[in-house]
């Protein structure tokens, strides 16, 4: 058949397609990726291209690509090739970062993509927590690391002493290590006799030991001293952040931050399974995907640290949500998407890096952090483990992550109760008509004057703004209720003496930003569409954690500590959050922001194999409380669709 | 470089060697068999051929080529390839038997191979032991093999019984097997869901289960009901056999045996170990050797057995000394040959089938046998366990295997000594002038008239003489002395009056065949030379059996059994044997032959976890004595070196 060529701008890109293709499978195709959060539905409108040459048909007419159309623009996904060459040109707005870009980034400035921003953004936010302020990686578990080395001195071999060689390491090893059940490759033991020979019976052992079982990873001659490294990723939906550790010092050296590639197959997990099961070779494509975003993660770091290099990696830890870890690992995840919901497993089996491709020593041990069920993943036990909340003598405490889900878990000491509330992605910016990540010229704080309905705001890196964030769309709920913009329902009250209040083409919205403010040239608004996304989010949430109260039987002032996970945690305000309803209405010094405690959590298990035994422990301890058995969940959500709630007296400190 | 194109005859294999390159190494390379004990050092004389066209360069004078060259030969070897093409004939005397021949056998007959008539002669005697007799492989132990089918049928998911799919699988495990530890691989829990769910929750699992610890090898949907295989195999130095077992029904399916391929690199371990040591690829060329030959013997047992396949077949046995396992699995042997004798590994790791390309189902796992030491091997483990002189309650045994090296063990119950004598090959008819292997024509019995030195004999398949075997050999010793043909010292009595005796080449010598009576158109004779060298072989077996009851201070008499293992022991005439001094002078009903006890032995491990976990005991439990460790051997070595001992107090029964 007659392939025809595709020029992508301004990277210039060519590839060869067939007729018929479209531009979003084109683009991907040449590795440059377009942002297509709905999976190249046709329905986000994100991954809008400029056909620059050339013509292409339409797959189907919509109402959104009509729209997009009337600006120049087509939908990528929706765009076909016809019988001529193409050149197209990816808007900024449309691209995902190019991995390239950051190994070569330099300082943040005009020109650099949303993107990079945010990744920079993060990767401070991590250096400070974690560098500058040389907070230990441990927090407070002893340096045991999931691989360690012990340098052996073996007497030498002689009729008197003729045990074999393997043995002979093996005994000197238990003496060491404590561990009785020890394994070894064999492809270790070949060339061993050799090995001890030329060392004078000198050797260095590198090992993982954990729970009483220890595999040899790699003998090396003599006693090795130049320092051994590990790696812990948190594998986000969205972003994906590697540290990289100095096992045997118990501290970070570096971290690096990305976006997950995964995200040219859609926004969330939901539309990742869809994409793994339903296209032809979509696990191995999905999987692939997170294993390229790690391997570019790790030549990130290897690059800045020049003296190091990829075999020098030894093991490496990540944590995810349930749904990364199957694609991390190449785990079909179709059952974790259909009732009743189930994971092929919660708990990982520990692979070797050859296995999956990884960019580290070949043989070095790959470990995934449990999860408790298809909803509560590996990061959220992560989480726990880092907040210390399963400890013995730990006081009632909530540990809630807000992102697409809303995972939380409640719990003291000895017992822990879980749960997921779909909360949706309006706190991430999706689906909220102005919403977007945390990037450059995000309105992330605002105040309405309750007299002149004016606005104050301030955005990221005090750019001018192009839209409004989670912790700014949290703020402005917050401050249209106060200054009686909307009432208790979320109803926008259409008769206020300002031009901002105005009907627009989907019902009544409120200007936030006048175009000539804006970089975007448009009016930043917030419509009555958008408060009900996120009543239903806040309230999807509340009722969450409600829930989580009612099984054990405790009320909200029970909770001794909230701790705040999540990037967006640290942005969020929280007397607002309550004010909204969306947190308990308890005293701000009882909340803690923790970060990013999956990362966190996954190198303490790294660095320690206690915490690492610890998080085993948590996974296998936690109830999972399934929100859809029952109708607790929908009516405390019901109640919870109103600001800050239909039963005040949840609220006793929010002033309506 | 210019190659040159070498044809061997009567297979007509061409192939293209560099100027330089010798005949043996030509042939190997065109996959052509030649017979090689020596190893390529030009002293051993079986690897003749006739140069037809072209012609060659001698890389050295010796006297052995240059008497091989008088008969029109040309000792491979030693034969170098010059500017020419050439076109060698292989005779029949040099040539290794063809693998191919062994899967299209049909009869014994004229113009088969001796290779191939002594690989039938044992597949005969295997099947009569194990088929026709229906002797249970098993020998006492329980049936509970080292790979088995357990049947589940899983309770189905539901929203209150949400547990994650491998969970729900284990813990059903769980309950089948009693064992607490199990472990899966991740390629089988990639699609584990999908299994589950295809099968409505029914499931058949394949695992080796052994000391409390479980891994789970496959997980088929539904109830399997087809046999599941193993296959059990003694890997000899010369002779590798395998055994075709049905694991549920704990029976021998078929047998098959031929010749260990690694011949070509020497008849014995030090050569094979001075290869892989000191050749280029030695290593891998020497390990791919035994691995070909083993899938060789797959092949013929598929073909016999035409419904099975490569991969019913899930688990294997192997049983070697500690030199052939150590080549098996790619382990560098260069310790087991320098003093002080130390193997890389006694205890061998569990393989996959795919990791040493055997063909097999690619994950069957491949169990080695645990050695003792350097000079006594897993056969050797596997041959006690066999004999059960490890049995809390057994009596005061010996286990004698005689080959190159003899191997033995003493023991009863709860103590076991072991030790390897480097009797050499005379038994196995090398360094005899008409020394041979048990094949067809050679001589097995033989009297001598004691009045007129006249000689009968029976030869293996009454075929004409052609030399004389191990059998045959013990045979003459103890008749030569019976006769007085020779004098305890084995000194020839040279005033005989017969013609049979006579001053040859290498001093004097009796003739045992009259060429006319021969197949070889010559003298079959032994030579005062072959008779020390019989006097060594039986000085070494007997000073060993003394230097380990001096060790535990028992007596000859003491011995209630003794088993003789081993091809070559079926065929050993006691009395004689005990005439000569090689074994104790002990009523015979003592004596027992056991024929391949690794073979057996093999199956028995393969057939019951409690058989292996024995056998690994034995293994550990098995004190070696090292004879170059101090006078004592030595001092026996050298008392036995007489018919039938220095001391005739030791052999009351024995007349002389
Ligand atoms: S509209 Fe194209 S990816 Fe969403
Ligand atoms: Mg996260
Ligand atoms: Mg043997």
């Known amino acids: 058949m007659n392939k025809r060529f595709v020029t992508f701008l301004p990277a210039g ?77 990816i808007p900024q707005t449309s691209a995902l970062t190019k991995h390239q870009v950051l190994v070569e980034r330099s300082s943040i400035g005009e020109g650099i993509s949303d993107a990079l921003s945010n990744y920079l953004l993060r990767v401070w936010q991590l250096k400070e927590l974690l560098l500058e302020k040389q907070e230990s990686p441990l927090n407070g578990y002893p340096l045991k690391p999931l691989c360690k080395r012990v340098r052996l001195t073996l007497p030498a071999a002689s009729l008197q002493d003729n045990r074999d060689d393997l043995n002979r390491l093996t005994m000197a090893l238990k003496k060491e290590i404590k561990c ?18 030329t060392a004078q019976f000198k050797v260095t052992v590198l090992l993982s030991e954990i729970g009483g079982k220890a595999e040899i990873i790699a003998i090396e ?15 986000g939906t969205t972003t994906v952040v590697a540290y990289l550790l100095d096992l045997e010092k118990g501290r970070v050296v570096d971290t690096a931050g990305t976006h997950n590639r995964q995200a040219r197959f859609g926004d969330d997990v939901i539309s990742r399974i869809v994409y793994a ?22 030549m990130d770091l290897l690059v800045k640290q020049r003296h190091i290099k990829e075999t020098d990696i030894r093991v490496m830890m990540t944590a995810g949500n349930t749904t990364m870890a199957h694609l991390f690992l190449g785990i079909n995840p179709k059952f974790i998407r259909l009732e009743p919901y189930i994971p092929t497993t919660n708990f990982y089996p520990v692979v070797k890096s050859k296995e999956l491709g990884l960019r580290l020593h070949p043989d070095a041990l790959v470990f995934s952090y449990p999860s408790v069920a298809s909803y509560v ?35 003291a000491g000895d017992w822990l109760v879980t749960c997921s509330c779909s909360a949706g992605p309006a706190f991430e910016g999706s689906g909220i008509t102005f919403g977007m990540r945390a990037m450059h010229g995000a309105i992330e704080r605002l105040e309405i004057d309750p007299q002149t309905y004016e606005i104050s705001y301030t955005t990221i890196n005090n750019g001018k703004p192009v839209g409004i964030c989670g912790s700014g769309l949290i703020d402005c709920l917050a401050k249209l209720r106060c200054s009686g913009v909307i009432d208790r329902a979320g109803k926008f009250q259409t008769n206020l003496p300002t031009e901002r209040m105005r009907i627009g083409e989907a019902g009544p919205e409120f200007v936030l930003v006048w175009r000539e403010d804006t970089d975007i040239n448009r009016d930043i608004i917030i419509s009555e569409a958008d408060v009900k996304n996120l009543l239903r989010a806040k309230g999807a949430v509340f009722a969450g954690i409600r829930t989580l109260l009612n099984v054990v039987g405790f009320e909200l002032d029970g909770i001794e ?78 109640s919870s669709l109103f600001i800050p709630h239909t039963d005040l007296t949840l609220f006793p400190n929010v002033s309506l």
Chains 1, 2 share one sequence.
């Open 13 to 89: 890109v060519k590839v060869e397609v067939e007729p018929g293709t479209d531009l979003l499978t084109a683009a991907s195709k040449a590795n440059v990726e377009i942002k297509a959060p709905c999976g190249g539905d046709g329905t986000c409108g994100k991954c809008a291209v400029k056909i620059q040459s050339g013509s292409v048909k339409a797959r189907r007419d919509s109402h959104l690509a009509t729209r997009i159309a009337e600006k120049g623009f087509n939908l990528a996904c929706q765009s076909l090739v016809q019988d001529e060459d193409l050149v197209v040109e």
């Open 180 to 197: 009785t059940d020890i394994q070894i490759p064999l492809p270790l033991v070949r060339n061993l006799g050799e090995i001890l020979r």
């Open 221 to 235: 001659p003599g006693h090795a001293h130049q320092p051994l490294y590990g790696i812990a990723v948190d594998i």
């Open 277 to 298: 099961v339903e296209e032809q070779d979509g696990l191995q494509t999905v999987h692939q995907s997170i294993i390229d975003t790690i391997n570019t993660l790790i």
């Open 377 to 411: 993943g590996g990061d959220i036990v992560s989480g726990t483990l880092f907040t210390k909340m399963g400890n013995e003598d730990a006081p009632i405490s909530l540990l809630i992550d807000i992102g697409t889900n809303g995972e939380m878990v409640l719990g």
């Open 561 to 638: 500590n909230i701790y705040v996970a999540g990037g967006f945690g640290n942005y969020l305000n929280i007397p607002d959050a309550i004010a909204i309803g969306l947190l308990p209405d308890i005293p701000v010094e009882k909340y803690k922001y923790v970060g990013n405690t999956s990362a966190k959590g996954a190198c303490m298990a790294l660095l320690s194999q206690e915490a690492w035994q610890e998080a085993n422990n948590l996974a296998g301890k936690m109830t999972y409380i399934e929100l859809s058995v029952g109708n607790l969940f929908m009516d405390e959500f019901v």
